[in-house]
């Protein structure tokens, strides 16, 4: 017979309890919430204060509400308070030892229905479950942070869980408003054993200074639609936490890509705990605190005086080529564009006057900025009328004996000063640039699709790249209003390097049958507030450019965990390759 929980004890009132007393409290359950002492008792409501306070600020909840929501909540340092619960869940620190203390005695205090759960991120639900006489009644309830906005709630069951048990807890993840998915007892569950592998590489990314804090979450922002950078996710997270889920993460998989970067021990260690402490990879205003103070090591200063830059050359005729065509054009600069045919020319006047015009009907441009845009841009097919360009960028096909070829030409062609620029998203920008006899001038400018659209520029710098070049592409960057981030010439740059191979642990987590596709999908989405599903995004870039991009990734790096997942080459073969085709994890001809 179904059970209904109406009370709910909550043990630990920090980052995640005091968010879960809260939305339980507002989904009409009575809660008795615990800490270990007055102090940390007062801790945990201020944290629901405040957050609730927020609510009322933005209309989300009413001052009434707000009022009802205090009355169905009790808080006390007193553990057998939650005796009569119906259900009990723990959100105390991610540490096993600790946890498995508090099982046991909520063992003894609770009646024998009562439900235990655990909000873990990492540990063995069914480790946890055997130090009580009740493993059958016991789940992992894992809400995301923060609880009262993420949708996504994983409902952990063991081997020996019973099933009325899991529908009871699916149902008041329901009553709560929450998305519940149910998966099985495996370190991280799906949205975490999925993430954490890639914030970790970011917090590794951070401390071998291959770019900056800054730079790193702003790639992930504007290259991949993130709501948040992986390490300001790392600060929302709490670096302490963060670190003892990775543990527990590599305690069971050993795969090296969760041995916690060292950085992260550092700082949990000095108290640097992120937004709760009041400092993290940011500074904020206070412990608690979303508001980032600048502070020494904030943002990137680049040396060198830019070049003036007024005529620009651009060699392609594709996709890429052709928004990067439009972005120098409505930006006032002079763009000559080089096509191999003239139907080709014809092509990409044709491509960009159309979504000029769409722009026009849309509102978003006068008919008057329009022709000025139009009126700038001149299709060629010799490359010499490069001649007068103060900087050309290639975006021809991604092969490496083509632009090196072409960087040839620009030697040759190019005037004395022009910075010559390539926006390969793969290959090493200096192979490129030893083609040339001025490899201090040879750039790279990696634009993301729809480039008119994508804010992010990727500014990568090689061993011989001049100061001057940098500053030259960070002014052009902000003349385009386009988002500047450096990094340096190695495979993936910092999006591609961060985004791949979360999305390949995406195809193994599927290959292995631990959740379906959908599943996946919805838990990113709701559990992170990704705009797009992997799986739906794998099918939007194509599965063979995905394919392509990890194999790179894995050359370079030859990390044993970015190898490209077996069903991803299977699909390749079999030509299933994304929307492009009309199938590839998911069949779009059906619709
Ligand atoms: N932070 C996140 O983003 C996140 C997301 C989902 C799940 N989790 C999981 O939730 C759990 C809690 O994490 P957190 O980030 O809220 O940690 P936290 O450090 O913010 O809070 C833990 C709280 O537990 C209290 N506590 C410790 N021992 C206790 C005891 N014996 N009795 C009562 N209270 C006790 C502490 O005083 C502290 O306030 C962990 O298992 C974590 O992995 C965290």
């Known amino acids: 017979m179904a059970r209904d929980i109406t009370t709910v004890g909550v043990v630990g009132l920090g980052t995640m309890g005091a968010g879960i007393v809260e939305i339980l409290a507002r989904g009409g359950v009575r809660v008795i919430g615990v800490e270990v002492d007055d102090a940390a008792v007062e801790r945990g409501l201020a944290r629901i204060r405040t957050s609730t306070a927020r609510a009322v600020e ?56 009562t439900i235990l759960a655990t909000n873990t991120s990492s540990l063995s639900v069914t480790e946890l479950s055997v130090a009580t006489g009740r493993s059958a009644r016991v789940v992992g309830l894992h809400f995301f942070n923060p609880a009262p906005v993420m949708k996504l709630v994983e409902v952990v069951r063991t081997v020996v869980t019973e099933p009325d048990v899991l529908e009871d807890v ?79 993460m590599y305690r069971q998989s050993r795969d090296r890509l969760h041995a916690p970067a060292p950085i992260l021990k550092q700082m ?57 065509v439009e972005v120098f054009a409505k930006s006032g600069y002079q763009v000559t564009f080089v096509a191999r045919s003239d139907a080709k020319v014809g092509a990409v006047t044709g491509a960009l006057t159309r979504s000029l015009d769409k722009q026009v009907q849309r509102g978003r441009l006068s008919e008057e900025d329009r022709d000025a845009a139009l009126g700038r841009v001149t299709g060629t097919t010799r490359l010499e009328d490069l001649a007068d360009a103060d900087l050309v960028l290639e975006a021809v096909v991604e092969e490496l004996s083509v632009k090196q070829a072409l960087f040839e030409n620009f030697d040759e062609i190019c005037k004395p000063g022009a910075v010559l620029a390539t926006t390969t998203s793969s290959l090493p920008v200096i192979e490129c640039a030893m083609a040339t006899k001025r490899p201090e001038d040879v750039v790279g400018m990696h634009f993301f699709n729809p480039a008119p ?5 990727e500014v990568v710098r090689t061993v011989t790249t001049s100061d001057d070049v940098v500053a030259t592409v960070h002014e052009v960057c902000r003349r385009t209003r386009k988002h500047a981030v450096d990094c340096g010439d190695r495979a993936g740059f910092i999006v591609n390097a961060l985004l791949f191979p979360y999305l390949n642990d995406a195809v193994k987590m599927l290959q292995a049958n631990y959740a379906s596709a959908d599943e996946i999908d919805t838990a990113i989405k709701t559990g992170a ?63």
């Open 170 to 248: 699916v149902a008041l993840a329901e009553k709560l408003g929450k998305a519940p998915v149910v998966a099985g007892d495996r370190a991280g569950f799906i949205a975490n054993g999925l993430l954490f592998a890639y914030l970790n590489h970011a917090a590794a990314m951070f401390e071998e200074k291959y770019a900056t804090r800054e730079d790193i979450d702003a790639a992930m922002r504007f290259g991949c639609g993130l709501p948040m950078g992986p390490l300001a996710v790392l600060d929302l997270v709490g670096i302490d936490t963060a670190y003892n889920i990775l543990q527990q």
């Open 58 to 113: 933005r209309g989300k909840l009413t001052e009434d509400e707000q009022t009802e929501l205090y009355g169905r909540v009790s808080l006390g340092s007193d553990l057998t308070a939650v005796a009569d619960a119906d259900l009990v869940l723990e959100a105390i620190p991610e540490q096993l030892d600790l946890k498995l203390d508090m099982f046991a005695q909520l063992d003894k205090i609770c009646g024998p229905d």
């Open 268 to 324: 949990a260690t000095a108290g640097l705990l992120g937004r709760k402490s009041g400092r993290g990879f940011y500074r904020y205003e206070a412990p608690g605190s979303s508001a980032v103070v600048s502070d020494a090591a904030a943002g990137t200063t680049v040396a060198g005086t830019p070049r003036e830059i007024n005529a620009v050359g651009v060699v392609g005729s594709g996709t890429m080529a052709t928004g990067i």
């Open 529 to 591: 507030g990704y705009p797009m599903g992997p799986f739906e995004l794998l099918d939007v870039v194509g599965l063979d450019v995905s394919l392509a991009i990890e194999r790179v990734l894995y050359a370079e790096f030859r990390e044993p965990g970015w190898a490209p997942a077996t069903l991803l080459e299977h699909l390749v073969t079999a030509g299933y390759l994304g929307r492009k085709t009309g199938r590839g994890f998911r069949d779009y001809a059906k619709k």
């Open 453 to 457: 659209v994508m804010k992010l520029v």
